[in-house]
């Protein structure tokens, strides 16, 4: 394969290549090694990771009919490389950024000295989607609001990492990238042992080990579930992927129960108590007690034994306040508040809609920034600028000044971008980076991360919605290129 | 374990039973069509006739019975069924299960999508009989002798003996004007569809006849496919799990254990006497009760 044929754009940053363009260090034997093959080899290492997929049940279903149609996840076989220098920032910032916002998440369902303070604007935190009201002056066990963290990493124009945005809610994609770890190790098996790959396989212990952390004390041998709305979810392989790593009972609405106070579930034996539940259902649809009453996911009662302490929940009800995009700009101040540290990792320049100036500029430039809906995920209630027509401008005008609590810009960013396996050859396609963040008796960084791929040529998006595909992401051990000591 | 998923481990076993099962009968009667069609057309219908009454499916093409997904009888749809219920239970079972079935459903869905010509539907056919053969082979290799062994195995020996009793129902039914020739098809078809004829030619070398065939079917103790040997099997894994469950079983063992009785303490003179397809009648809705029994005992939430 003719790596000489590959179109590097100067504009943005090239994981693979540098001005020259030369080929990076830590990305020299896999060039090489891509050099050696023909166009067929790699095309039938694609098929083979493809078939491995799909025969590990890697799949979402579309609902485009009854039926429902199972679709293998677009899966790129070129690995993305991290250097340890790299990483070791990225680790630090991830661990820094989610005690502040654990720190936040505390403050702001107690004591509220943040708001108080004057450093984060009560009006955007109280109407904020993710804000739970029914959460003010609970104890969480052991104070932990966000367990579960997926931070997204894109790199701007000059390769330095910047927080896209905190999915602190109930993150996905773990599951893709331990799968895509196993299919790689087997296509790649001789590059990935000459790399020096951190291992990932501690995920779903560590996992296991974050939720025993919040057991209630009174368990001698704490039960724990993950809780899903059914095998009908678009995330169902993750949910039962998890629950096999880490070898606890997948649960859905229908199996548990609350009775004298506590949560059980129904078993052949009986009722059986639970005490930790990892909840893959949002929010609203938790308890119909409480939240929505039409939900049919959750379990009746369920709130009240959290409130109780009978029960532990991760994540916790109402973190969303925490990733809404209103508040995202904060979090660099949260850190200096509540750490007196500066951030390790900076944000993207944020515009708030709802402050006057800020508002005023966001109207004026829209044909340059990237709007986002502040409680939208997924890639959808956004408009990028400098890709839009008139009319689509003039729509979101309208949206902002209606609603303008709803709405953040953003500069539209060159997102780094990455050598991709596009038919039968290599090219540049923007890529972001989604490692996890595990919250338990220490904060841990599994070295690795979900790399997402916007497979359509010039796209910035690369949400599996809107035509995105995915990575393996190799942390290695070392610094290739660089002369130790 | 999981009420929920208890019931579709049990539900797993049955629709890969029921899936091999009807594979096996669709394909045995095909093969016995090429033969007899042109020369005995009334003989080959009243086959395809009694193989459709067997596996109660709707009177349709051989394509359809295989790959129509609307269909709900279809094998495409048990495998379906049978891969949606290992779906839920991934973390109860082997990955090994998991992926050979998923395998299997792939490959039955990838011979849908090239069309139905005979050579495809032969293919098919074999081919998830020898899937489910396989199937048993990993889970027998892979999975822990726990109580999801039990529900799964339990499943699969409630289905061979419905199976098994429907087939030997419609074979034992008189049918006016037999021709002789007609006769000795039905009795091979059925030995054929019971993966029977090398055992049944041991254990009544003389010939093939509806006394000898009723016995062997019904009867037999040794052949892993007979009407017999699946309720006594059944039977015991049903007291495995009432020794597994104490008080919750509400009778579900009895239950199967008077199934398996009937069949030991009766032979096949005094049942043709009261008349066979009768008594079959009646284990089927012995079998539904107990069915129900475990349902309520172990799978109701």
């Known amino acids: 394969m003719q790596l000489d044929a590959y179109d590097v754009d100067p504009a943005s940053h090239d994981e693979m290549f540098e001005a020259g363009p030369l080929v990076r260090p830590e990305y020299r034997e896999l060039a090489q090694r891509l050099s050696e093959m023909t166009s067929a080899d790699i095309e039938q290492r694609k098929r083979l990771a493809d078939l491995l997929l799909r025969n590990l049940g890697v799949t979402f279903t579309v609902y485009s009919d009854n039926a429902g149609i199972e679709k293998v996840f677009p899966f790129d076989p070129i690995p993305r490389l991290i250097t340890a220098r790299e990483w070791e920032t990225i680790e630090r910032g991830l661990v820094q950024r989610v005690q502040a916002l654990n720190l936040f998440l505390r403050d702001v369902y107690g004591e509220q000295k943040i708001l108080n303070d004057g450093v984060v604007d009560p009006a955007l935190v109280y109407e904020a989607s993710g804000f739970r009201r029914e959460m003010i002056g609970m104890l969480v066990p052991r104070g932990i609001y966000t367990h579960i963290v997926g931070t997204d990493l894109i790199r701007d124009e000059r390769g330095r990492f910047l927080v896209l945005e905190d ?58 579930v993950l809780l899903s709305p059914g095998m009908y979810n678009s995330a169902y392989f993750e949910h039962s992927l998890l629950a096999r790593r880490m070898g606890v009972t997948l649960v859905e609405g229908r199996d548990l129960c609350v009775t004298e106070g506590a949560v059980w579930m129904r078993t052949t034996q009986g009722l059986k108590r639970v005490d930790v539940i990892y909840r893959r259902i949002d929010d609203d649809y938790l308890d119909p007690v409480v939240f929505r009453p039409d939900s049919m996911l959750g379990c009746a009662g369920l709130f009240s034994a959290y409130r109780s302490g009978a029960v532990a929940l991760a994540n916790a009800p109402g973190t969303g306040v925490a990733d809404d995009k209103a508040i995202y700009p904060f979090v660099p101040d949260m850190i200096r508040y509540y750490l007196d540290e500066e951030p390790i990792l900076e944000n993207v320049r944020t515009y708030i809609a709802s402050r006057p100036s800020d508002r005023k500029y966001i109207l004026e430039n829209l044909d340059s920034l990237c709007i986002k809906q502040t409680d939208a995920s997924g890639g959808y ?50 890529v972001d980076l989604r490692p996890y963040v595990l919250v338990g008796e220490k904060v841990r960084v599994i070295p690795g991360g979900l790399t997402r791929v916007a497979l359509r040529r010039g796209s910035l998006v690369v949400n599996s919605s809107q035509g995105g595909g995915y990575k393996d992401t190799w942390v290695l051990a070392g610094n290739p290129g660089v002369e130790p000591g | 374990m999981l009420s929920r998923v208890a019931d579709a481990l049990y539900w797993m076993g049955r629709y890969l039973e029921r899936a091999e099962h009807a594979a096996r009968v669709l394909e045995v009667t095909r093969a016995i069509l090429v033969d007899i069609a042109e020369v005995d057309p009334e003989t080959a219908r009243g086959q395809w006739q009694r193989a459709l009454t067997a596996l109660s499916v709707p009177d349709a093409t051989t394509e359809k019975l295989l790959f129509d997904h609307t269909e709900p009888t279809s094998l495409v749809s048990c495998i379906a069924h049978a891969r949606e219920n290992a779906r839920q239970v991934r973390e109860v079972i082997s990955s090994e299960t998991w992926e050979h079935l998923n395998q299997a459903y792939w490959s039955l869905e990838e011979a849908r999508g090239r069309g139905l010509h005979e050579s495809q539907i032969s293919q098919s056919l074999s081919g998830i009989v020898s899937a489910s053969f396989q199937w048993d082979g990993v889970a027998d290799g892979t999975m822990s002798r726990d109580e999801g062994w039990l529900f799964v195995k339990l499943g699969k020996f409630v289905e061979r003996l419905d199976g098994a009793c429907r087939i030997v129902a419609v074979c034992a039914e008189a049918t006016p004007r037999a021709a002789p020739s007609g006769e000795n098809v039905r009795w091979l078809w059925l030995l054929r569809c019971l993966c029977a004829m090398e055992a049944y030619r041991i254990a009544h070398p003389q010939r093939v006849d509806r006394k000898n065939v009723l016995d062997f079917s019904m009867f037999d103790r040794a052949f892993p496919r007979t009407v017999r040997y699946a309720a006594v099997v059944a039977a015991d894994f049903a007291k495995r799990l009432g020794e597994a469950h104490p008080g919750r079983s509400q009778g579900v063992d009895r239950a199967f254990g008077k199934i398996a009785a009937r069949l030991e303490y009766t032979d096949v003179d005094e049942v043709e006497a009261r008349g066979t397809v009768q008594f079959l009648k009646e284990l089927g809705s012995e079998l539904g009760e107990a069915s129900g029994l475990l349902q309520s005992s172990y799978f109701l939430r």
């Open chain 1, 167 to 224: 999915n602190v809610r109930s993150p996905s994609g773990a599951s893709y990238v331990l799968e895509c770890r196993e299919v790689l190790k087997r296509v790649f098996r001789v590059l990935f042992e000459r790399y020096g790959v951190r291992p990932i396989d501690d995920y779903g212990d560590w996992l296991r080990e974050a939720l025993l952390h919040v057991a209630p004390r009174t368990a001698d041998e704490p039960t724990i």
């Open chain 1, 381 to 430: 209630g956004m408009l990028i600028g400098t890709q839009s027509t008139a009319e689509q401008r003039e729509e979101f005008r309208r949206r902002i000044e209606a609603n303008p609590r709803s709405y953040i810009a953003q500069p539209v960013i060159r997102l780094g971008r990455h050598p991709t396996l596009i038919d039968d050859k290599l090219e540049g396609r923007c």
